[in-house]
């Protein structure tokens, strides 16, 4: 079957992804720099500011807010050590308790709050998570650097956990080999898969083990 | 038992303190470079006690007073692990102000504490705090520009300290930090960071 051309930032059938954290990944951005292919102007420097919704009794739905629309992606596979996931729900504020009830309390797998109005704002809908023991909401902010390495969309990222910053780098294809190859030409074989809502855990002390570096 | 004589203290947090440490530089020589790793056990409600481990000793430091937006703390050493079961329940849980759970073994290494006690308990959260502090002296107060991690994910933090109070504010004003700067100590850093406490707008 003929592999799928990537286009950064548009839509592709579900990618494997490999990602991780840690304090510094200066080589990796240096390669990453030297191997990519010329990538368009939009992806060159991004910034977003976006609220994750974690929760303690799951690792297999990630919750993120940006621009006032919910997105949930759930954990499909693991191959070879590589991750794949795909869109759950999609979800815009102010959005109908239904919907919370349905879709999204059951992707955090918690106990159902009480849920007494028709729709939430999303302050509303924070004010939830706040009070619930086993969901908390952290802020991320991205400066994401992107770039294409052996067809793979690659990305250098300074990324804020609650203000305190850490350093991600990744490459994400519907190509499996594609991915190795270029966790190998990154030199970062060896280096821990380590997707966004470990490592979220990880810095707010919900899972006690370190990042990469 | 006292370590120090407790001291009045200005700390702040942030990524961006370029002109504070310009500023200190300018003023003082660095006298020293100290690398260090602490542990920190923190609770949502506790804001009067600061609980750290270093290298296997445990200490709390104790919110005495406040003067003019400073922060005065009395540390007191609590021991050497193993620790007593007796000391944990009598001493460390008070100081986090939630209540003791009950103990299985009659001492407690830092290994056991915190698989057995702290991490299994859902009102304590635990930091792990890797600290490059560079010592200065500004208006002859201890001056500290440090870089954190706090597990794993990076600050920077400056403090002013000494037993003089009025001296803390005075060399602020020197080092040009605004005197509406929030005073931040390292536990509410580090719940910030943790989720543990609000973030206030100007918090990165």
């Known amino acids: 079957m003929a592999k799928e051309k990537l286009s950064i930032g548009e839509v592709s059938k579900p990618r494997f992804e490999f990602r991780t954290f840690g304090r510094d990944f200066d080589e990796t951005a240096y390669l990453m720099s030297r191997l990519s292919v010329p990538v368009p102007k939009k992806v060159w420097e991004r910034f977003s500011e976006e609220i994750y919704i974690l929760s303690k009794t799951n690792d297999v739905n990630n919750t993120k807010i940006r621009d006032g629309k919910m997105d949930i992606k759930t954990f499909v596979k693991e191959v070879d050590g590589l991750e794949q996931w795909n869109p759950l729900m999609k979800g815009k504020f102010p959005i109908k308790a239904e919907t919370l009830k349905k879709e999204v309390f059951p992707a955090f797998k918690v106990e159902m709050p009480a849920l007494n109005k028709a729709e939430y704002s999303l302050d509303e809908f924070l004010g939830i998570i706040k009070d619930h023991p086993d969901l908390q909401a952290v802020k991320v902010e991205k400066e994401r650097y992107g770039y294409m390495v052996n067809d793979t969309i690659c990305e250098y990222a300074v990324v804020y956990i609650n203000g305190a910053s850490v350093v991600t780098v990744n490459s994400e294809s519907t190509e499996i080999g594609d991915i190795k190859k270029t966790i190998k030409d990154l030199e970062l074989e060896g280096v821990e898969n380590i997707n966004y809502l470990q490592a979220i855990k990880r810095v707010i002390g919900w899972i006690d083990k370190p990042l990469a570096n | ?204």
Request: glycine share 4%; net charge neutral.
């Open chain 2, 1 to 204: 038992m006292k370590t120090t004589a407790p001291r009045f203290e200005f700390r702040m947090f942030g990524l961006d303190l370029d002109p504070y440490e310009q500023r200190i530089k300018e003023i003082s020589e660095k006298e020293k470079t100290r690398k260090m790793s602490s542990i920190y056990f923190l609770t949502a409600g506790n804001t009067t006690n600061n609980l750290k481990i270093r290298e296997g000793v445990m200490d709390i430091k104790e919110l005495e007073q406040t003067y003019k937006g400073l922060e005065q703390w009395n540390p007191f050493l609590v021991g050497k692990f193993p620790l007593k079961a007796d000391v944990i329940r009598t001493v460390v849980f008070p100081a986090m102000g939630i209540e003791s759970p009950v103990f299985e073994r009659e001492e407690y290494t830092l290994e056991q504490l915190l698989n057995e006690v702290i991490c299994t308990d859902p009102d304590l959260a635990v930091a792990y705090v890797k600290k490059t502090r560079h010592a200065y002296t500004v208006n002859k107060c201890i001056t500290e520009i440090a870089e954190i991690t706090v597990n794993g994910a990076f600050l920077k933090t400056i403090c002013i300290e000494a037993e003089d109070p009025e001296r803390v504010l005075k060399a602020r004003k020197k080092l040009g930090i605004d005197p509406d700067t929030e005073n931040v100590n390292y536990p509410l850093a580090l719940k910030r960071v943790m989720g543990l406490a609000e973030l206030p707008e100007h918090w990165k």
